[in-house]
Nanobody, 124 residues
Framework: QVQLVESGGGLVQAGGSLRLSCTAS????????MGWFRQAPGKEREFVAA????????YYADSVKGRFTIFRNNRKISVYLQMNSLKPEDTGVYYC?????????????????WGQGTQVTVSS
């Protein structure tokens, strides 16, 4: 079992930045691929970014490419999402997820563990 706790959400103006953090506990997690997803009101949960267990491979949704960066620190058992040039359409609840198979996937159902989510609101 892996427990994930997100932090770092908040209210920011368009063009601003936020850094989300996700800290894991429980089973050894260094072999897990990690992903960030988000869900806006009335919409389905969507993929944002993911990083391979080794940290040497990342993948981003087209909507955030060039603005968001995912990285991890396995010693601190954490993964981060640096979000720059935020837009109102980035608003939503952001979730951290862990995938035991170690390789990147963009499908929510492929992830085994989820955090409780953190709210990000971008005002125009």
């Amino acid at each position: 079992q892996v427990q994930l706790v997100e932090s770092g959400g908040g209210l920011v103006q368009a063009g601003g930045s936020l850094r989300l953090s996700c800290t894991a506990s429980g089973r050894t997690w260094s072999n897990y691929a990690m992903g960030w997803f988000r869900q806006a009101p009335g919409k389905e949960r969507e993929f944002v970014a993911a990083i391979r267990w080794s940290g040497d491979s990342t993948y981003y949704a087209d909507s955030v490419k060039g603005r968001f960066t995912i990285f991890r620190n396995n010693r601190k058992i954490s993964v981060y999402l640096q979000m720059n040039s935020l837009k109102p359409e980035d608003t939503g609840v952001y979730y951290c997820a862990a995938r035991g198979r170690g390789y990147i996937d963009t499908t929510p159902s492929e992830y085994d563990y989820w955090g409780q989510g953190t709210q990000v609101t971008v005002s125009s």
